[in-house]
Structure formats: C-alpha cells, structure tokens
C-alpha cells in the first residue's frame, strides 16, 4: 500500500475511532501517523483532544504548547489548551489565554464562558467557604452581560448568569429569570437541572425543588452529586428515609463521595443514634479540608493517657469548639494533660476550662504533646449516648473583670434584660436557613419592661441602624471573653443558631435558641430540651423559612416571664 493511500485509511479511523469515543484508539492511531507525515499545528492539536478524552490532561498540554509554538495565534489552540490548565487546577495560566483570545476576538462565546468559570476557579480557590469576591462577580456578570448582547440564546451563558446572581440573596427573582432562561435553550442539561434544584431548596422551594433535582438524576442516573443533591431535599424536608435511601445511592455510584458519607451520621444523630453516628461522623476526616494533616504525633483513640499530653484541636465552627471543648474534663479525669489549639478569640475563655493546660492559636511542636485528636472526635472516643452526654454546666466562665465592666455598663439600663441575636455569619452555607432579620426580630420590642441589647459583633449594611430600644454593645466586643461578660451580665439571650447559643448554653445562661426546621444534628427535630444545654431552651419552625410562629412564641412566654417576675430581681 501506498504511504498516502496508507495515511487516508488512518485519517479514516481516526474519524470514525472519536465518533465512537474510542479515544485510546485514536491516540494509537495517530502516533501512526506521526511516523508518516510531517505533523502541523492543527494535527497536533487534534491529537492532544484525543489524548486529553482519554485522560491524559498533562501529556495533552504538553502536545497543545507545541501546537501553540508553531502556530502563536491560533485562537483554538489557546481554549484547548486553557481548558487542559483548568484540568490542572492552573487557573491563572488559563486566565491569560482566555483572556489572550477576548483580545483578538471580543465576540468569541467559548472564551467568555470559559473566562468566567476561570475567574471563579481563582476567586474561590483555597477558601473553604467558596464564596465570590464583589470584584469577581461584578467581572464575571459583566463578561456574561456581553456575551449575551452577542447571543442572546445561549443556554450556557443564562446558566452561568444564574448561578452567579444565586449568591446574592438580594437577587432572587433575577436568579429564577436566568435559570428559566438556560433551561428554555437547554431543556435536558442536568446541570442547569441540579443547580436550579439546589437554588429552590436553598429558598425553601422543597416541592420545586425535588422535581427538579428528579429531572437531573433522571438524565444523568450514574451521577454521585446528583443522588446526593436529592439527598439534601429530603433532608430539608425532614424526610430522613428518603435522606439516607438517596445518600446510599450517592455513595454506591461514588464510594469516595465523603460528603455523603457525613450526611449519613448527621442522620444517624439526628434519629438518636448515637454511638453509630459519632462512629459514621470519624468519616469527616477523609474530606478534603482534613486530608494530609499531620502533627508529628499519633492520633489518641482512646489509649492509656494518664501522665500524657493531648493536644485537641479546634475544627469547623466556633461553636462547635465551644460545645465539645467540655470533654476536657474527662480527659483530666483520666490523668491525661490538655493542650488547646483554637482560634485566638477563644484563648482567654478556655483557659478557664476544667482540664486545659494551655489554650494556644498557634500549632505547638511535636515534642510538647504525646497525641492528638480533633475536638469533634471525642464524642466517638468515649463512646457518647443521649444519655452520657456531660452536661455539667457551667464548663466554661468568663474572667470577673469582664464580667463586672459589663454588669456595671448594662445595669444603667432598667427593665428585664435581654441580648439579642438574629444572624449568623453569612458566609455559613447553611445561613439563609438558620438566621431571621432585624426586622422580624423587632416585634419583640413591644413588650413592656424590657430593655435588649445587640450581641452581634459584625451587623450587614440594612441591619446597624438599630431601633431606639435595641442598644449595640456588640460592637465593643474584642474577642469571646466579652461576648461571655455581657451575657452573664443579662437575663437572658435570644439567638439563632449561631456560636452565642453555644457560649450562653455553656456559661449555664438561660437562652433562648431558635432553630429552623431541618435544622443542625444536634438539636435533633423534636422538643423544647436538649440534652445538650440544661439551661436551654429551643423554638422550633414550623415551616422552612418562616419564623412567624417562632416570634409569636417567644413574644408570649417573654410577656409572661416580665411578668412573673417582680423588677427588683432584675439584673
């Protein structure tokens, strides 16, 4: 045969090899073909497209940058290329090329949507609450805005344009528009399916949400995340069979699907199984944010400790370090040493914990500690029931100068004494869920003889003009010592779901903790109690994102507390 006869019958199964997807085959083919002709730009670049579907996204750059060598300006070669860098987590390098190719050729669609996933890539990348940068978004809104000038119908760009404007709460209906709009173009992507699920359940839209989410698992059955979206919405709905039927499927698609491997044991915590669900919960560790983390030390399980140094570490929420640091004491109550690692706010207020050494916010040298173990683990380590929880409060208490600047500032004030909390912080994924509004939280303040105080250290722009009748000592606060100060200076703390609750509950401070439905694993879903607190008490949602009923509550036993209890008891 001839050599160009031969070199036509290669083209041919190459063509015909990526129609069926068979891109090793390719690959082998066109290595052939290599030793018969001279390779140009464009056939290069058509091999390394093979050589990146079958999974070589390295090899394919390598072949794209040779491309590139012999043809600079080809705009192809560039977005090739950018997309094999995004593969690689070399988001900066495909930001230039992408942004090489807008210069050349300001209406390329493919180099805008390409721009603005990169952009988000370099916003978010490194930040555990991947959350964009104002100057992010306004770029990428922008880029999106242009494209659409030049092409109005592209699916690809209303969706993106969706997911963008879903971070800003404020944004709602513009969100719902864009999101109809990317699915009017791409009525089967199941993407735009899943996300625009994910948005109505994050808007407490549960029925829209689960058809949605359906319609996404229906067109892509052997997607993990998909399964595991499904998952959330009956979560949300408080449906805890579907929860773990839909978390099960996720995890059989994906075994290495961690997340849902945790949502397992919030469920397990939930239902009151709690030996194997602080079991399940150890799987946390496998996640991303925990991986590699390496002390120099071996990991306490639960080994002889007496005479020995436990390092503890901080992990997650500042509540969360608040409501298990109290295991401290049982570790000095076998003998062992406890030295703290944990964000600097938290230094002055654990030292003041039973069975902590050292409190320190920098990692301490292996040689000053035997073992470690994370904070959330011990739970699982002395093997915690419903019924053995230590739930000896107070285990934490605020240093008295603290405490007495703050009683001799808010004692000025007359009437019962109340400090108040209605959000978290926002950049909390599950915050639009847990935190109520200044406004909602105002009808508290007509009832009579009381006063109310702000504990918020950090408020949003509509919520620091505060009404006449809520007074901002939140803004003083240097760090939790005096949060702790303040509260055991009032009567009593009102707050969402956020660290407050945690420190009041652990100080033995009577508080008033609002929760939404579907709400954290350890409040559980049912009663007024936990086990937890013993000076705590919870107002439960009725309805997801509708704090009406909880007010109306809180607003009738505060009235009937004021008058119960005579002025001169007062604080």
């Not at 925990?290 to 929420?317: A, C, H, N, V």
């Not at 994102?545 to 002025?567: A, Q």
């Amino acid at each position: 045969m001839r050599i160009e006869d031969k070199i036509n019958v290669l083209r041919k199964g190459i063509k015909k090899a990526e129609k069926d997807k068979h891109w090793s085959l390719v690959d082998s083919m066109y290595n052939e073909l290599n030793t018969l002709t001279d390779r140009d730009a464009i056939s290069i670049r058509q091999h390394a497209c093979a050589v990146a579907n079958s999974g070589d996204p390295a090899r394919a750059a390598t072949m794209l940058r040779k491309s590139l060598r012999l043809s600079s300006k080809d705009p192809i070669t560039k977005l090739h290329l950018g997309r094999m860098y995004q593969s690689q987590n070399r988001y900066q390098e495909a930001e230039l090329l992408f942004r090489e190719v807008l210069k050349s050729d300001p209406k390329n669609i493919s180099a805008i949507i390409f721009l603005v996933q990169t952009i988000e890539r370099n916003d978010q990348s490194g930040k555990l609450n991947q959350v964009w940068s104002k100057k992010g978004m306004t770029e990428a809104i922008s880029l999106i805005k242009t494209g659409l000038k030049i092409d109005n119908r592209n699916g690809d760009l209303w969706y993106q344009l969706a997911s963008i404007l879903g971070n800003d709460r404020q944004k709602h209906k513009e969100t719902v528009e864009a999101f109809e709009m990317a699915l009017k173009y791409l009525p089967t992507s199941a993407s735009t399916l899943n996300n625009y699920g994910r948005f109505k359940r994050l808007n407490a839209d549960l029925a829209g949400a689960k058809k949605l989410l359906h319609k996404a698992y229906e067109l892509e059955p052997k997607n993990s995340d998909f399964a595991f979206s499904l998952a959330l919405c009956y979560l949300s709905m408080e449906d805890l069979k579907n929860t773990l039927k839909w978390l099960n499927i996720s995890i059989k698609i994906n075994p290495e699907n961690n997340a849902a491997e945790v949502y397992k044991a919030f469920v397990l915590l939930i239902q009151g199984k709690f030996r194997e669900g602080w079991k399940q919960y150890e799987k946390r560790l496998l996640m991303d944010e925990f991986k590699g983390l390496s002390y120099g030390r071996p990991r306490w399980t639960g080994d002889e400790i007496k005479g020995k140094i436990l390092l503890l570490l901080s992990e997650q929420g500042i509540g969360d370090s608040i409501q298990f640091v109290r295991y401290a004491s049982k570790i000095k109550e076998l003998g062992g040493k406890v030295v703290i690692f944990t964000d600097e706010n938290l230094k002055t207020l654990f030292q003041s914990v039973s069975g902590v050494s050292v409190v320190t916010s920098s990692l301490p040298l292996p040689k000053s500690f035997s073992s470690y173990s994370p904070l959330m683990s011990l739970p699982h380590i002395f093997k915690t029931t419903k019924t053995s929880i230590p739930d000896k409060t107070p285990y934490i208490t605020a240093p008295s100068d603290s405490v007495n600047s703050w009683r001799k500032r808010i004692e000025n004030y007359s009437g019962y004494k109340v400090g108040l909390v209605w959000r978290g912080n926002p950049k909390f994924a599950g915050d639009r869920f847990r935190s109520s509004s200044l406004q909602e939280m105002s009808t508290l303040l007509s009832i009579s003889g009381t006063q109310f105080f702000s504990l918020m250290v950090e408020k949003s722009e509509y919520d620091k003009k505060l009404p006449k009748k809520i007074i901002d000592i939140g803004k003083d606060f240097k760090d939790f010592s005096d949060t702790a100060g303040a509260i055991l200076a009032l009567d009593l703390i009102i707050t969402v779901d956020t660290a407050v609750c945690h420190l009041a509950g652990a100080l033995g401070q009577s508080v008033w903790t609002m929760l939404p439905r579907s709400c954290d694993f350890r409040w559980g879903y049912k009663g007024s109690k936990t086990s937890w607190y013993p000076t705590m008490r919870l107002y439960r949602q009725k309805t997801l994102g509708d704090w009406g009923h909880v007010y109306n509550s809180m607003t009738k036993d505060l009235s009937r507390l004021i008058t119960s209890i005579p002025p001169s008891s007062t604080r």
